[in-house]
Structures are given as C-alpha cells and as structure tokens.
C-alpha cells in the first residue's frame, strides 16, 4: 500500500504527545512571524482533500494537529503514517514533563518510522539544559519559555526553525510506503 504525494508544502505541522499543544503553536507562530491555521481536531471524513487545501496554502503557515500522532485514523494505521505520505515538514512539540517520561524519544521515533519529514525537536515550559539536550542525541531546535523568557534563547530557536522549515522544503521527497511492521 503506497501512498506517495509530493509536499509542495511551505508550512510546518506541529505535533505533540497526546495532542497537548497549549499554547505553543501561537508562540511560535507569533516568534517565527507565521500564518496560525486552525488546530485539526478530529479525525477528517475528507482527509485526503484537506491535505490536498493545505499544500496548496500560501507559504509562511504552522498546523497545529490537535490529536496524538500515534491515534488510529481511517486508511492509515495512524495520523503519524498520513503525515509521512503527504510529505508534510513537521515538528515535535514536547513539555519538560514529556520529555522527562521518554515521550520525546517514543514519538521522534514513530514519527521516523512513517518517514515524517521532521525539522525537530522544541521543550515548552521547563527548564532548559542545552547541554543535557544535547546528550539525548535528538535533534532539539531549542526552548520556548511559557513566560517571555530569555530573548536571547528566543532568537536562537526562530533562527534554527526558520532554518530547518526551509531545508524541508527545499528537500527532495523521499519514498514514502507503509513501513513493514
């Protein structure tokens, strides 16, 4: 079963464990000076279609998805699969208490299992260790504070996801099937 589409998307999905997003996706939309759509929050009768719109939105967008990235969703063993075929750049959005209970790694790694085009990694709330992040071996674009925070941190993570959302884009699609279980 291959469901290969070419992303001619110019925005980002942000994903999140257990669809707790909060108010990341408006931060960062707000830091990165990007066009916030509305959450997807349900499992779409007309998915196909709707990615179909999405690729087709003017670039400079974030998509929040509202649901788990593992949550079965018809056609696809899960929304992470369907991600992975519509070639959409993502990135994974984690709080401190996520990334403590392993959630970071789990999900980095259903979300490569279907082949996800992913930018990285952001921590909101929490305190930030750069130098622990790195010892994880993820690939952590930085911190979001839920408060202002350090701006210095802030500028840091808006140049490192601007950076990452355009290499995706400019990337080749790569062969997106089902991944053998």
């Not at 408006?26 to 709707?50: F, I, K, V």
Request: net charge neutral; proline share 9%.
């Amino acid at each position: 079963m291959n469901r290969s589409h070419s992303s001619a998307a110019s925005g980002v999905f942000l994903v999140a464990p257990g669809g707790r997003m909060g108010a990341a996706a408006t931060a960062l939309a707000e830091l990165c000076q990007l066009r916030l759509l509305p959450a997807w929050e349900g499992d779409l009768l007309d998915r196909n279609p709707s990615f179909q719109a999405l690729t087709a939105e003017p670039p400079g967008w974030i998509q929040p998805l509202a649901l788990d990235p593992g949550q079965t969703l018809s056609g696809f063993d899960c929304w992470a699969e369907a991600l992975g075929a519509w070639r959409i750049p993502s990135c994974l959005v984690c709080s401190e208490a996520d990334r403590a209970a392993g959630l970071a790694r789990s999900h980095w790694a259903l979300l490569r299992h279907y082949r996800v085009p992913l930018l990285g990694l952001i921590q909101v709330g929490g305190d930030w260790r750069p130098a622990e992040r790195r010892a994880e071996g993820l690939p952590w674009l930085g911190h979001l504070p839920t408060s202002s925070g350090d701006q210095e941190a802030l500028a840091e993570l808006r140049l490192r996801f601007i950076a990452a959302s355009g290499a995706a884009a400019a990337a080749p699609p790569a062969p997106a099937s089902k991944p053998s279980h």
